[in-house]
């Protein structure tokens, strides 16, 4: 197995430590070696890449996309007038901006179909760059329930297992359920819970018969507490959250990923900037409660993953930085975010033990850039600085990927 060192680099190593002037030694897929500098020699004819004035992170990880949706104003006419070829087409299109931003991995929860796991597949074999894939295929919505333009409608606790089998079929990795509704869909109401606690009870013993975590899109108090009661292992979104969700949450130990992003760029834009106006309303008024939640979550100690819900309007993939950017300004010390980024989020979808922190023995999955985000959290979103973003030991994109 060929041997690379990365030297005299600053390593963040998604453990909360920061070592300067570090020596990580890459063979083969993995990291055989971090420490300082005088902490680690190297053998004779070892490539080596000189590290100074540049920071090495463990690549980044965005619990909450859909690659399917590329940010158009309005979503859900777009996603209804292509045809399931060219949605594949635009999401590997998405997959490959979003692994040239840094991020080595995203977790795709709700796409049209389940050409997803087509599209996982690819990138697996190499056939076409992207990130590792953990998808969900399908989220599972109440009839009329939000998110059906990518969902599976279902009715009853029987239903609902029977869909959860058929998605753990398909290739699932993680289930999504939908437990309040939502912003894009029309006709549904953040703060009204969807789906039953029964029918939520039901999806998650069913996916966890088959070892499968389950995210549940909540935006209201009420979804929320039934999601944590079912069971969930993470509150997507969480916007609305009163002290009993919280407290209730941090108790169960489940998992925020905020989505700052998604309201953020929704709640930007004025009308006639193509998105529906209902969906602006809703957007509007709830970018404060958003930030309160968020502020309540960090203050309690629940834990938090970052998600974008890259692919909303105007929240486009390879912008996925600017969560953290968002996070650092609601009260997160650029640590935080970046822990959030990496070994909390790795936590968070089950794969630990291969990424997430830069760690003898781990997945060679890293980010190598200029500059010091510890400092400035907004140089993550320059493309211009990354030197080279590497996956399972093999530079796949910067500089570095064409020499």
Known sequence: MKSLAIRSVRIIDGTGRTIERATVVIRGATIAAVGSDREISLPRGITKIDGRGLTLLPGLIDCHVHLCLGGEPDVVEAIAQETPALTLLKSSQAARKSLEAGFTTLRDVGSRDHSIFTLQRAIDSGLVPGPRIVAAGLAICMIGGHARFIGQEVEGAEQVRSVVRAQIAAGASVIKVIASGGVLTPGTSPDQAQMTLEELQAAVDEAQRAGRKVAAHAHGSSGMKNAV???????????????????????????????????????????????????????????????????????????????????????????????????????????????????????????????????????????????????????????????????????????????
């Open 229 to 403: 009661r079912a069971g969930v292992h993470s509150i997507e979104h969480a916007t609305l959250m009163d002290e009993e969700a919280a407290t209730m949450m941090k108790q169960q130990g489940v998992f925020m990923v905020p989505t700052l992003s998604a309201l953020a760029t929704t709640a930007a834009c004025r009308l006639g900037c193509g998105i529906p106006e209902s969906a602006l309303d809703k957007a509007k008024s709830m970018t404060k409660r958003h930030k309160v939640s968020f502020k309540n979550a960090l203050g309690n100690g629940i834990q938090i993953a970052m998600g974008t819900d890259a692919g909303t309007p105007f929240n486009f993939h390879g912008e996925n930085a600017q969560e953290l950017e968002r996070m650092v300004a609601f009260g997160m010390s650029p640590m935080q975010a970046i822990l959030a980024s990496t070994s909390a989020a790795a936590h968070l979808i089950g794969i630990q033990d291969q990424v997430g922190t830069i760690e003898k023995g781990k997945l060679a999955d890293l980010l190598l850039f200029k500059g010091n985000p510890l400092r400035h959290i907004e140089l993550l979103r320059d493309r211009s600085r990354i030197m080279g973003v590497m996956q399972a030991g093999k530079w796949v994109a910067g500089p570095l990927s064409k020499t």
